[in-house]
């Protein structure tokens, strides 16, 4: 009888910060990651969790959908391994962090959001509630387009901005 | 009951069973007794109409008639004796009394069963004490926003005081000097006033809010303590009108009813004794209309009473209807129902109506009679204190200061009328949280309840069950399953298949028989030990509105991130997550809403899958997943279930045809068991099912190639 714990560990290979060197592929917009030496080419870094665990990587192949090995965390990987995963992944994962929110109207259709993020300001559309979700203390938003928007901790935003919030949430 | 029933010196009662039927076959009562020797029959007079040593008995049942049933003994030289009928009304009752007679051994259990129903009943006072005990924590509280009500009472016969000295002993005789000091102190009572409002404001906000998050984590525990059965007894719109409705009913009245009901009382004896102090006549007259209210009162609280519960009822009947239509949207518009919907829904909020015009109508009734009173009674009072001013008997201070005392008089009992509604309200809610909270789990664990680390033998002994007392979905069914074996278990639709999983987790107990893991008696193990054991994927899984990731891990909350991807691998399900935008944290929405039914069904095998149980039931796990995919799963559920006791339900043979052996069922009992190539070949049920199956895939094929 194969337990859960064998088959993850069969399943996913976990790989410490030195066992794993990482190489940009400008032509595939892929990597070529190198465990203990052995190289894997075409591989695409995911986010399996991406608001709730987002440090940690899934390294999959494109080439045969095989899932190589994980890292538990990006932030215990060397500087610039770190920084060229992170560019790679900034792309793949945009999801704008919500540091101050303006204004939020209810228009008898859409709750129109006017925020500040971390990429600058923004205007977006959301239909009600069921676009929202928390995640402990972040909130989820999903636009009408279905563009993501964060909110880090709703507790740490400022008065007016928790005050707006609480229209949506 | 008096009875000319003698026992012998060693001979003990040991229980006792009302029939609601007479000896001569009317409506009546008469007793089944069993003693430790004998089984007694007594008519309502206490008269033995049988009596049986329990030595002679060899078999007891039941035999159920239209509209009653009645207890047979078979004794040893094989005579049978009919020896009392009872409606269906009291079917559980007496198939009590036959687990009795039956089993010797069960004599212990069911005695004690019996001390339990008694204590119980007896475990009774007044709803609204009952609930009180929510406050208690939050006594301090409770006590501070009294007191500061209590405290602006008083504060509150100031000014009416200090106006009969402003217009007497200031205006009137023309002393400026005092007119400051007499603002000063007014001006000052009222901040004092204002600050003890605020204080007691807060005080009971507090208490409130505090125990309406008491009063609805107690009954959500209480509720979870209940096997899935009790949604047999309570619709899940009425268990949650429990815990939303009546919670906030029953908190009004512990933090602000109560206070307000205090307030009323105390303020009505002090405003009482100063108009007695200021003018004894006038305070008669004031008083005059207090037995019309009194009366009043009396007669609309009777009232009320069960206009309000009637209300009531017919709203969450309401809420009782849109909790099992809303989800059952999609089955509504496949079946072009909406008008038939549409007329349910009407007809109960027509209902709401006639029950809220109702009770509106009792307050017409009632209300502006009383304002009425009142104002007559003010009206009288002006006449007759004006005469008085104007005879010289009493001051224009004195009669302004008394008229304001006199609508503070009133103020109070208004006040005491108009929360009787509210009062009632909360009385009822009250009534109903006791109820419930006094209701104890059918299904429970015992002091000697063990866990029981489970290798996965299952043994079905001689088990009948049945959802209601006259209907058997089981009859006699009697199965071994060896550890590590894979069964699967088919049948006609209503065969009772899924019944046995139910019964296997403890759902519901078996009305006689037992059922064994690893050689315990599942009555014996820890209900929380024997589930986490086993794991069930059904054919309708329920998500919820969380993340896929929080979904998976609700079969493992201190699953790692490998394992929740390993168990969704396993499931099939790892590769659609990944295609997501937001991959494992992805919303699943209301009941799965937003996923497609074979992804809902994959989460759930995930689910399943991480919790690593012994015992795995399949219950149509794949019926509503097509076929490539079932394949596909059913591959990957071969690394989980290799070497693990897996039950497989299934209505397509073709998904069952491999396992270690089959139990074919029919209306309630084994028919059949064997391999798939057995049952073949005694050409019984399985291959008539397996034939007529066949057939439909060989005329499908046909029709699409």
């Known amino acids: ?169 | 009951m008096d009875t000319d029933l003698e026992l012998s010196g060693d001979e003990s009662i040991v229980a006792r069973f009302e029939s609601d039927i007479a000896v001569d076959g009317r409506y009546g009562v008469s007793y089944l007794i069993v003693t430790s020797k004998r089984c007694i029959v007594c008519d309502d007079k206490g008269r033995v109409i049988h009596s049986v040593d329990l030595s002679n008995i060899s078999s007891v049942s039941i035999v159920d008639y239209v509209g009653n049933s009645e207890v047979k003994l078979t004794l040893k030289d094989g005579r049978v004796i009919p020896i009392i009928r009872f409606t269906r009304s009291l079917r559980r009752e007496f198939n009590e009394a036959v687990s009795l007679l039956e089993d010797a051994s069960s004599i212990k259990t069911v005695i004690n069963e019996h001390k339990e129903e008694v204590e119980r009943v007896k475990f009774k006072m007044e709803p609204l004490l009952f609930v009180l005990r929510f406050a208690l924590p939050y006594k301090l509280a409770l006590i501070l926003g009294l007191a500061s009500g209590i405290a602006g009472i008083f504060l509150g016969l100031l000014p009416p005081y200090y106006l009969r000295i402003l217009i007497d002993d200031v205006i009137l005789a023309q002393r400026r000097e005092q007119l400051i000091v007499i603002i000063t102190i007014i001006v000052v009572t009222q901040a004092l006033s204002s600050i003890l409002g605020a204080l007691r404001s807060y005080a009971l906000s507090y208490v409130s809010l505090k125990v309406m998050h008491s009063i609805r984590v107690n009954l959500f525990r209480h509720i979870m303590q209940f096997q899935p059965n009790i949604l047999d007894t309570y619709e899940s719109g009425r268990l949650i009108s429990r815990i939303t409705d009546d919670a906030s009913r029953v908190n009004w009245f512990l933090s602000w009813g109560l206070e307000q009901l205090l307030r009323s009382v105390i303020s009505l004896a002090s405003v009482a004794t100063m108009i007695f102090t200021l003018d004894t006549r006038l305070a008669i007259i004031a008083s005059a209309p207090l037995p019309l209210l009194i009366f009043g009162v009396s007669m609309f609280s009777k009232k009320a009473r069960w206009v309000y519960h009637y209300e009531w009822r017919r709203s969450t009947d309401v809420s009782a209807l849109l909790v099992d239509v809303i989800p059952g949207f999609p089955v509504v518009k496949a079946h072009c129902m909406e008008r038939y919907e549409e007329d349910r829904l009407k007809n109960r909020l027509n209902e709401v109506v006639k029950a809220g015009l109702r009770s509106t109508i009792l307050n017409l009734k009632f209300f502006p009679m009383l304002s009425f009173i009142i104002s007559s009674a003010t009206a009288i009072i002006w006449w007759v204190g004006g005469l008085e001013v104007l005879g010289g008997g009493i001051t224009l201070g004195v009669l302004s200061a008394f008229i304001s005392y006199v609508s503070q008089f009133y103020g109070p009992i208004q006040t005491l009328i108009s929360i009787v509604e509210p009062m009632k309200r909360a009385s009822t809610a009250a009534e109903r949280i006791q109820s419930l909270m006094s209701m104890d789990p059918s299904i429970k664990d015992t002091p000697n309840s063990i866990d029981l680390d489970i290798k996965g033998e299952i043994r079905f002994e001689n088990v009948w069950f049945g959802y209601t007392p006259y209907t058997y979905v089981l009859k006699n069914v009697s199965f071994e399953v060896k550890p590590g074996e894979k069964i699967g278990i088919v049948g006609p639709t209503g065969s009772g298949k899924t019944t046995i999983t139910k019964l296997l987790l403890r759902f519901y107990d078996v009305n006689k028989g037992r059922i064994l893991v690893d050689g315990v008696d599942i009555r014996s193990i820890k209900i929380e030990s024997l589930r986490r054991q086993i794991g069930i994927v059904s054919q309708d899984p329920r998500l919820f509105n969380d993340s896929i990731v929080n979904n998976i891990r609700y079969g493992k909350p201190d699953a790692t991130p490998e394992e929740i991807m390993a168990a969704a691998k396993i499931a099939l399900a790892h590769d659609f997550i990944l295609e997501k935008p937001l991959r494992y944290d992805s919303p699943c929405g209301e009941g799965g809403s937003m996923l497609s039914g074979g992804e809902r069904q994959r989460i759930a095998i995930a689910r399943t899958v991480i919790s690593d149980p012994k015992i795995l039931i399949l219950d149509e796990a794949t019926s509503s997943v097509d076929t490539i995919t079932e394949d596909g799963i059913k591959k990957a559920l071969d690394n989980i279930t290799r070497g693990r006791t897996t039950i497989i339900i299934a209505h397509r043979l073709s998904t069952v045809k491999d396992v270690d052996r089959l139990i074919v069922l029919d209306r309630g009992e084994i028919v059949e068991v064997g391999t798939h190539e057995e049952l073949l070949e005694r050409n019984g049920l399985y291959a008539k099912l397996w034939n007529t199956q066949f057939q439909e895939k060989l005329a499908e094929a046909k029709v699409s190639g």
């Open chain 1, 1 to 169: 009888m194969s337990s859960i714990k064998d088959y993850a560990r069969a399943s996913f290979r976990i790989v410490e910060p030195d066992e794993i060197e990482i190489e940009y592929d400008g032509n595939s917009d892929l990597l070529t990651i190198y465990i203990n030496g052995k190289p894997y080419r075409g591989v695409e870094p995911i986010k399996p969790f991406p608001l709730s665990n987002p440090h940690y990587i899934l390294f999959r192949s494109t080439l045969t959908h095989e899932d190589i090995c994980v890292v538990n965390d990006i932030r215990r990987l060397r500087k610039e391994k770190r920084i060229l995963l992170e560019h790679i992944l900034d792309k793949r994962y945009f999801i704008p962090s919500i540091i101050d929110v303006y204004d939020i109207t209810y228009t008898g259709e859409y709750y129109v959001c006017k925020v500040k993020t971390d990429r600058g300001d923004r205007t977006f559309k959301i239909m009600g509630r069921r676009n929202v979700y928390r995640i402990d203390n972040k909130i989820v938003i999903i636009d009408i387009d279905e563009n993501i928007y964060l909110v880090e901790n709703y507790e740490k935003m400022g008065r007016k901005a928790k005050e707006e919030l609480m229209k949506i949430i």
